[in-house]
């Protein structure tokens, strides 16, 4: 017997090309979990995009859903959408957050351009998810980023997450700044073993 | 003893396994907490070092899967960079019996290894 491929696409979920915005947004809201797939996917187009998927996004319980709305908003990536990812970063739903970060991996221009101020938010955490980002963000001043990390953070956590990368993506330009994060944090057997294995791998390269 | 350590930082792997290899102990590792799953089921293990945030499976739904399905009952430290009182609510919640913050000193976690795997009493 031959084998087929199945149809995945059931015909109550066939995509219309043809639906108005209104008409995708309602979908967007609807009770039906298949209806507000197709929404998410189809409202890329329409104007304030962002903002009703960002709205969904908070209420959303169906993790699909919820993917397609983040992969929505990064192939928007406009200021709404990054700042909705950056909001993601605070919550406390730890899978949202670890799939925000994998989004924002991918819209380097436009995450570059609030990484300062990421990598200065008053919440460590936050700080943390940010270095996090750089870890996959194919940009020019991610190990500059990282060096100012493990200069001027005060937060070990911070700091040993930077580490971690900077052993991954850093150069010779790092050292300094890896020796001194030694020195300050002289008590702290991970940092001294970090550091040190980042350097060795500066080095080895 | 058999541990396997869950996280997907490469460089707090190899500081984790280092010091429980000093202490004799054999050393699994897994990035994230699927493939710590698949491992589990294929492996007996004596205690997880469960990281919270990693990208796939995070360390909360790992240990809910683990305890849940019946997987495994052994021990878990769940180690994380957050200190706030409601991570380690929802990490008891999940399964783990010890809630750690990073960075881990050699000689404080080994004290909580050797007590969870009964090598140590209080």
Request: aromatic content about 4%; glycine content about 4%; charged content about 25%.
């Amino acid at each position: 017997m031959a084998l087929k491929k199945s149809n995945t696409t059931a015909p109550d979920e066939a995509q219309s090309s043809q639906r108005d915005c209104s008409e995708i947004s309602q979908d967007l809201i609807s009770e039906d979990p298949s209806k507000r797939r197709w929404a998410a996917r189809d409202i890329v187009s329409c104007e304030h995009a962002s903002v009703m998927l960002l709205d969904q996004l908070e209420a959303e319980k169906d993790i699909s859903v919820k993917q397609i709305i983040l992969s929505s908003l990064t192939q928007i990536g406009d200021t709404e959408a990054v700042n909705g990812l950056v909001r993601c970063l605070r919550t406390e739903d730890v899978s949202l957050r670890n799939e925000a970060i994998e989004a924002m991996k991918h819209l380097p221009q436009e995450v570059a351009s609030i990484m300062a101020s990421l990598l200065n938010d008053p919440d460590p955490d936050v700080r943390i998810f940010a270095v996090n980002i750089l870890e996959s963000l194919c940009h020019p001043d991610v190990e500059q980023w990282l060096i100012d990390v493990i200069r001027d953070d005060e937060h070990i956590n911070v700091c040993a997450t930077a580490v971690d990368l900077l052993g991954e993506v850093g150069s010779e330009q790092s050292e300094p700044a890896l020796q001194a994060l030694k020195e300050r944090f002289t008590d702290e057997p991970y940092i001294q073993f970090a550091a040190d294995l980042a350097i060795k791998r500066i080095i080895g390269s | 003893m058999n541990v396997l350590i869950v996280d997907d930082a490469s460089t707090v792997r190899m500081y984790h396994r280092n010091v429980l290899e000093a202490a004799g102990y054999v050393v699994d590792e897994a990035v994230n907490g699927l493939e710590a799953l698949e491992k589990a089921l294929e492996n007996t293990f004596d205690l997880y070092i469960v990281d919270i945030n990693m990208p796939k499976m995070d360390g909360y739904e790992f240990l809910m899967q683990l305890r849940s399905e019946d997987i495994d009952q052994a021990p878990a430290i769940m180690v994380s960079t957050e200190a706030a009182e409601l991570d380690h609510t929802k990490a008891f919640t999940a399964g783990a019996n010890l809630y750690m913050v990073k960075p881990i000193k050699p000689l404080q976690m080994m004290t909580y290894v050797r007590l969870l795997v009964g090598e140590e009493s209080v």
